[in-house]
């Protein structure tokens, strides 16, 4: 009976330690491996540079469309734009027509 008893008081001194010990070792797991962790850092970073690229890409765009715009003001038309786009949308281009992007001049 001794034998059981020291083993019963020693698990039950040992339970609170255990049960705070696996608490811990939770808390370090999910600091690591958790979705805001140490490995998800990683993810993150790439993440970043993938959304760079498209923002830049995206700007680029938003800068086409830009000049654009500006071509097509009412004050100051380019009138080969307008031409373009008139005969275009009003569908009276010729088939034997064709219609040439050309580059915009660097401002």
Same mark, same amino acid.
């Given at each position: 009976?001794?034998? $059981?008893?020291?083993? !019963?008081?020693?698990?039950? !001194?040992?339970? &609170? @330690?255990?049960?705070?010990? +696996?608490?811990?070792?939770?808390?370090?797991?999910?600091?690591? =491996? &958790? @979705?805001? &962790?140490?490995?998800?850092?990683? %993810?993150?970073?790439?993440?970043?540079?993938?959304? $760079?690229?498209? =923002?830049?890409? =995206?700007?680029?765009?938003?800068?086409?469309?830009?000049?654009?715009?500006?071509?097509? %003001? !009412? !004050?100051?038309?380019? @009138?080969? =734009?307008?031409?373009?786009?008139? $005969? &275009?949308?009003?569908?009276?281009?010729? *088939? %034997?027509? +064709?219609?040439? @992007?050309?580059? *915009?001049?660097?401002?």
């Amino acid at each position: 009976m001794t034998q $059981r008893h020291k083993f !019963r008081k020693s698990m039950s !001194r040992a339970f &609170g @330690p255990a049960i705070a010990l +696996i608490a811990v070792l939770a808390m370090i797991g999910y600091i690591i =491996l &958790g @979705p805001t &962790g140490l490995y998800a850092w990683g %993810d993150y970073s790439q993440s970043v540079e993938k959304k $760079r690229v498209i =923002l830049s890409e =995206l700007t680029k765009k938003q800068n086409e469309l830009q000049n654009r715009v500006n071509l097509l %003001d !009412r !004050r100051r038309v380019d @009138p080969d =734009l307008a031409d373009e786009y008139v $005969r &275009g949308k009003l569908g009276v281009m010729h *088939p %034997d027509e +064709i219609a040439i @992007p050309m580059e *915009p001049e660097a401002e």
